[in-house]
């Protein structure tokens, strides 16, 4: 590629980086402003973040986002990995239609899922005496979590070599054991991957939340939702800008940790080709 | 043979969760509130023919933005050296993982009549204005949520074309016009179509992104089954029919990409 070619691309990725960027950047300036203005600069205060931290709403919506976040990300990366290794000993004759039901969830617009997990739960309840709240929101992440964890432990499933399972039997292990020992540790990038997926498509869920939580619980981008219908306050601004840094701080660590992971392969370690 | 017992509670999970919520959608759509058939619900839903129809425009209009910014980008990104792709593509999925909400209430600060946009303008003598709270702000909306998803897909397409392949069609004496037309373009084409049903799903069905941008004032046909859901217009049966419509247009919608896309490997073959 020319040099000209190559500088005008990169000019061009700078103006969308600009376009993705520019609005975060703004949020977080103006977290740090004095009056309760959007556009208008007035003087650098850091009250805003001491009342976040106040606001017991923000926070007990947060501790919602996370406990569900994780409870529904731990249940559906078991309960995916299992269905994988059931689904994948099946014949195709019943996988294919099952696994393209697993796909409905991923394939529907949110708000479709979202208001069909909502009715199937009032109508429950209406029978069962039971309302929406921490219990159906954390079905419905599960329920959508569990096909992220399934799409990505079933490919791993398809490059195990099957012999190493019947080798391991063969030399004595209970299938149990030979699913920990050998299973296990070959499909559990795939594991690790779901299991990541699932988190964050429940810490960035709104919608389904929103259709499935009921009125006595809230998530954070529920609480977002609530507040951008009133009066705004630079509490989000607040919060966008810890958001930001948090989500900053896992990706830079997460690719640090890769990095350096392959930089050892690199290195030392051979890889293990000889098994 | 063995162990497929192992997946008979996630049937169990996915009928009682996934299917069952879906077949309830169904009923609801032909039943009236006293619980007998109707279509009733169908032919209600003559006057929201508008809604429908800018639901589609602005879900199109944002797609073939999204397409127009993130094509490019995803050719230059692929072009790039390994180290450099991989920082872009962080740089590209970090705003992804901040809160959807987050990010569209930035744009409600930048585009407000006194906004940033506003007085940056008026600063050069121009404005006001009005972007808020009009259909183009909700297109500005919908392009800054979906622009990665439609960028990556096209990304990881781009990035695995061999490139023998684009190096046999310039020593066939290619310009760099032809080979890209000819060569790279159809080969990034799956890309695309998964791109394009990333973006426009859930940008037909947002109500989110017109609320906050569109002052509520362009009804979407999110905002439709949301009012009939949880709004002052509480009616899960028209609700229930306008999400079939949505699903079935949705499922047609794919069911033709899928085919585009498959005609377009098979001419790749050949």
């Known amino acids: 590629m020319t040099g000209k070619k190559g500088a005008g691309g990169r000019f061009y990725t700078y103006l969308v980086m600009l376009f993705l960027y520019a609005p975060i950047f703004i949020l977080i300036v103006f977290s740090f402003n004095e009056a309760n203005s959007r556009t208008r600069w007035t003087g650098f205060t850091l009250k805003w973040y001491g009342e976040l931290l106040a606001d017991r709403g923000i926070m007990s919506s947060f501790y919602t986002t996370i406990s569900v976040s994780a409870l529904s990300a731990a249940i559906a990366t078991a309960a995916g990995t299992l269905a994988s290794v059931g689904l994948f000993n099946m014949r195709r004759r019943w996988r294919a239609p099952i696994l393209s039901v697993n796909n409905i969830p991923l394939i529907n617009a949110d708000i479709i899922t979202g208001v069909a997990m909502c009715l199937l739960f009032v109508s429950l309840g209406s029978v069962l005496k039971f309302r929406l709240g921490f219990g159906t929101l954390l079905i419905a992440h599960i329920t959508f979590n569990i096909p992220y964890v399934v799409l990505s432990v079933m490919p791993k499933l398809r490059q195990l070599d099957e012999n190493l399972v019947d080798a391991a039997q063969d030399l004595g292990c209970t299938w149990f054991r030979a699913f920990r020992k050998v299973i296990m540790p070959e499909i559990m990038p795939g594991i690790v991957n779901g299991a990541m997926i699932a988190f964050t498509m429940s810490i960035d869920d709104f919608v389904i939340s929103y259709f499935t939580a009921g009125s006595g619980v809230m998530t954070l981008s529920m609480k977002v939702f609530s507040m951008t219908r009133k009066r705004v306050s630079p509490k989000i601004n607040a919060l966008s800008s810890l958001m930001f840094a948090a989500v900053l701080f896992l990706l830079l660590a997460i690719n640090i940790r890769e990095l350096s992971q392959e930089e050892r392969r690199k290195k030392g370690t051979k890889p293990r080709k000889t098994r | ?270």
Not at chain 2, 64 to 90: D, F, H, N, T, W
Not at chain 2, 216 to 244: C, R, T, V, W
Not at chain 2, 256 to 270: L, Q, R, T, W, Y
């Open chain 2, 1 to 270: 043979m063995k162990r497929r017992t192992l997946a008979v509670p996630y049937v169990l999970w996915l009928a009682a969760f996934v299917v069952a919520p879906v077949i309830l959608i169904v009923i609801y759509a032909f039943t009236s509130r006293s619980g007998g058939f109707t279509t009733e619900n169908f032919s209600a839903m003559g006057k929201y023919v508008s809604v429908f129809a800018r639901s589609f425009a602005l879900a199109l209009i944002s797609t073939a933005v999204c397409l127009a910014l993130g094509y490019p980008l995803a050719y230059v990104l692929a072009r790039e050296p390994a180290r450099r792709q991989r920082i872009m593509l962080m740089l590209l999925m970090l705003p992804m993982w901040m809160n959807f909400l987050l990010r569209t209430y930035a744009w409600m600060s930048i585009l407000e009549n006194t906004g940033l946009i506003s007085r940056l303008l008026g600063f050069f003598g121009l404005g006001p204005l009005r972007v808020i709270n009009t259909p183009a702000a909700v297109v500005i909306g919908m392009v800054y949520n979906f622009l990665p998803f439609m960028a990556l897909p096209v990304y990881s397409v781009i990035v695995k074309i061999d490139r023998s392949l684009i190096e046999a069609a310039q020593d066939l004496g290619g310009s760099p016009r032809t080979v890209f037309l000819r060569v790279t373009l159809p080969l990034s084409l799956p890309g695309v179509l998964s791109g394009v049903t990333m973006v426009f799903v859930p940008a037909v069905s947002t109500f989110v992104i017109s609320q906050l941008l569109g002052g509520g004032k362009y009804l979407l046909l999110g905002d439709l089954i949301e009012m009939q859901f949880l709004g002052q217009a509480y009616n899960p049966h028209l609700g229930s029919a306008i999400a079939l419509v949505m699903m079935v247009v949705v499922m047609i919608f794919m069911f033709f990409m899928n085919k585009f896309g498959e005609g377009e490997d098979k001419a790749v073959i050949i």
